[in-house]
């Protein structure tokens, strides 16, 4: 085998077996140098607090903007804009008429 096919099998190689321990983190923000040890991925906004996290060890994401709170839920309106809400009471379905929707407005306090 000549020396530059041997070099490149060699590299070749080398660049497989060691490519499935990489990992890389990502961050995009006002502070693009600095993530948290434990995140895969951060989406930072200008405003202090507004942030999107994934947790690379538990695979949970956080979405946090500075309304988020114990007991809320994350809505989004016709446009796909999503804030977080006090949930409904209730919302009923009637499973017989596809897609008809009861909902019942009181909030929890």
């Known amino acids: 085998m000549a020396p530059k096919q041997l070099l490149g099998t060699a590299c070749l190689v080398v660049a497989l077996l060691t490519s499935s321990s990489l ?21 930072e906004a200008s405003t202090s607090g507004r942030k999107v996290k994934v947790d690379k060890t ?39 008429t596809l897609g008809t929707t009861q909902t019942i407005t009181e909030t929890v306090n």
């Open 23 to 43: 990992m890389a983190q990502v961050k995009v923000g006002t502070n693009p140098t600095t993530i948290e040890t434990n995140s895969n991925l951060e989406v």
């Open 58 to 96: 538990t695979g949970q994401m956080t979405i946090a903007d500075g309304t988020q709170g114990a007991g809320k839920v994350l809505g989004s309106d016709a446009n796909g804009g999503a804030s977080w809400q006090l949930p409904l009471v209730g919302s009923l379905v009637n499973a017989n």
